[in-house]
């Protein structure tokens, strides 16, 4: 690289733009403004929108102890990912599921130009059919940007354990689960992986997030155990106007979650941001007309719902399908995610017998696998081709051709994830038990959040002293005691709430 030219006096770098190796001819600071900019609003999904929403979504005994699960778990995962975890998800190849674990602390790293890694096609017999595209902005962006995912996506996890989970568990759990099971999907996925060069689509993360943390977040709750009887008969919000403070954040912050997954300020970015849009209203008008046609009142939670499984839905087909797809998505993000929460899981032993808190199967683990279904049925050819999606002529089945295969992908791609997850959470829960339990302690769950933290979310008991369980009457602590039976776990209704 050529020296630039020398400044006028008294002028710095910082305003000439022309600083020595600062704007390498590959930068392109649309592309790079943008990527930052999209990393930002994903980052703010987490930090603060469902900080916001667990804390004010729960019961009011759990506020503190929730919103911190998911403070800890953005924290925790930032330090993991540019140690280790990154260059496992889109680093050298170690396995056909895995990269090389390293750190990216260098700045010779986070300076050079970042790599679509995903974008490398191989043949059969290992030849390089297409190689890796080069993004126009610094490997410090995609490193940003990826990192809010992975965070987002262990956070979306912990909605299942809400209320009961040890808080010295889940400071194990986060860097393990990270560690072993959300690299080996973005691996895979994004970084090149065998479900890539198979053909599997995933857009911005309809498996790699969310199918991966309703997966998890399910196989944690039957392991951590449910709630108490009492908490999980009645489990109201403590602040319902925060927790549509934080489903606007999330859904508004949604527009960098998938407008950033196009990598580039280019037209298909703006089509996958409307997209998103439009399934999350759509899906979440349906959702609501679902209760008040079944249930007679429109919910508030039923409405937050309702955008929730719109956004995950369109998410792993956001940039590949034309706007119709996206009405018609929302529709069916508004519907089955909606039956199998109100219905299937009222009738199903299975999911009585798991206490999920937040419903995270059904949001997150349904609406990513029919958001998957959906790009092998919707997924458009020249929007495929224009995002290089592995493969010739790939397209979803309502345009023919060989869109009936690239659905049966679709579909195996969704259970390895799934699979994966499933024996590996439960490895990684197994691993934690030896060190620490699992599980509060009974007088933490009777408590709650003083108990555990020795802190509360709102002072309620007289001048802000705090809930003392020793000046209450033993006898309504006995009768908490009473009313929790493990005979009785596994028949008792549950009442989802997200």
């Given amino acids: 690289m050529e020296a630039p030219p020398p400044l006028p006096p008294g002028v710095t770098s910082a305003y000439t733009n022309s600083g020595y190796g600062v704007e390498p001819e590959w930068l392109n600071k649309g592309d790079a403004a943008w990527q930052l900019a999209a990393a930002t609003l994903v980052g703010i999904q987490s930090m603060p929108g469902l900080v916001i929403l667990y804390g004010s979504i729960v019961k009011k005994k759990w506020a503190v102890n929730s919103a911190f699960m998911a403070l800890y778990a953005f924290a925790a995962t930032a330090i993991c990912w540019v140690l280790w975890a990154y260059k496992m998800s889109f680093g050298e190849q170690l396995v056909p599921i895995w990269g090389k674990a390293g750190s990216v602390l260098g700045f010779e790293f986070l300076l050079s130009q970042a790599g679509l890694p995903s974008s490398a096609h191989y043949d059969s017999n290992g030849a390089l059919v297409t190689p890796a ?19 987002l996506t262990v956070i979306l996890l912990a909605g299942s354990v809400l209320g009961r989970m040890s808080f010295r568990a889940w400071m194990l759990f986060v860097p393990l689960w990270l560690t072993f099971s959300y690299t080996v999907g973005a691996f895979t996925m994004w970084g090149g992986g065998f479900l890539w060069q198979w053909g599997v689509i995933d857009y911005a993360g ?21 709630r108490l009887p009492k908490d999980r008969e009645r489990f109201p919000p403590n602040n319902m106007l925060l927790v549509l403070t934080g489903a606007g954040l999330l859904w508004l912050g949604w527009s960098g ?19 998103t849009h439009i399934s999350a209203a759509t899906s979440m008008l349906t959702w609501t007309a679902m209760d008040v046609f079944f249930f007679g009142k429109p919910s508030v939670i039923g409405a937050v719902q309702g955008v929730m499984t719109g956004l995950v839905v369109i998410t792993p087909a956001a940039g590949l399908v034309p706007g119709w797809s996206a009405l018609l998505m929302g529709i069916l993000a508004g519907s089955i995610p909606w039956w199998t929460m109100m219905v299937l899981h009222k009738r199903w032993w299975v999911l009585q ?5 937040l419903g995270v199967i059904h949001t997150h683990g349904v609406g990513g696998v029919l958001g998957g279904i959906c790009v092998g049925l919707f997924a458009d050819p020249t929007l495929c081709k224009y995002m290089h999606v592995a493969g010739d002529y790939t397209n979803g ?7 009936g295969i690239q659905l049966l992908k679709q579909i195996v791609g969704a259970l390895f994830i799934a699979g994966w997850n499933l024996v590996l959470t439960t ?6 038990g030896l060190v620490t339990p699992l599980r509060m302690s009974e007088e933490h769950l009777l408590v709650g959040d003083d108990a555990e933290h020795g802190e509360e979310a709102y002072a309620l008991w007289g001048d802000g002293e705090k809930f003392d369980v020793t000046r209450h009457p033993t006898a309504t602590i006995a009768a908490e005691f009473e009313q929790r039976s493990a005979v009785n776990y596994a028949d008792r209704a549950v009442t989802l709430h997200i």
Avoid: E
């Fill in 206 to 226: 309809g498996y790699v997030i969310h199918v991966s943390s309703g997966a998890a977040g399910f196989v944690a709750a039957y392991w951590v155990g449910p």
């Fill in 257 to 275: 979650f998938n407008g950033g997954a196009s990598f580039s300020a280019h037209v298909v970015t703006g089509l996958a941001v409307l997209n």
């Fill in 397 to 403: 089945a309502f345009y023919g051709g060989n869109g």
């Fill in 353 to 357: 017998k798991v206490d999920d808190t």
């Fill in 133 to 151: 595209l080069k993004a126009h902005f610094g490997m410090a962006s995609m490193v940003l940007f990826q990192f809010f995912f992975a965070a």
């Fill in 427 to 432: 490895l990684i829960l197994f691993a934690i």
